[in-house]
């Protein structure tokens, strides 16, 4: 069974930091690429930053530079480095995985709440 449960995330004051994790087992981790998404009341669930199984990266450009996304292969563990918050970047973000070989797997997580906030 896939599980990919996300932590970190909580209320934040805007300029403030945060470090989102996403543990993942039940896949082989180190050959998916794992990607952050972010969904905001009444909005589309936007893809916000992933890393392939070789650690390339890459961002929306949002983000660019204030976020960092890094994966822990021994852990399973994907991670996402906030920096320098908005309060528009309140919204659940998410973790999911995906694999193309001869057909496409892929997984999400349950998703953590990030609040930006004075």
């Known amino acids: 069974q896939v599980q990919l449960v996300e932590s970190g995330g909580g209320l934040v004051q805007p300029g403030g930091s945060l470090r989102l994790s996403c543990a993942a087992s039940?896949?082989?981790?180190?050959?998916?690429?794992m990607e952050w998404y972010r969904q905001a009341p009444g909005k589309q669930r936007e893809l916000v930053a992933g890393i392939t199984g070789g650690s390339m990266t890459n961002y929306a450009d949002s983000v660019k530079g204030r976020f960092t996304v890094s994966r822990d292969n021994a852990k399973n563990t994907v991670y996402l480095q906030m920096n320098s918050l908005k309060p528009e970047e309140s919204a659940v973000y998410y973790c999911?995985?995906?694999?193309?070989?001869?057909?496409?797997?892929?997984?999400w997580g349950q998703g953590t709440q990030v609040t930006v906030s004075s």
């Open positions: 999911y995985a995906r694999l193309l070989t001869t057909q496409q797997y892929s997984y």
């Open positions: 039940g896949i082989i981790f180190s050959i998916y690429t």
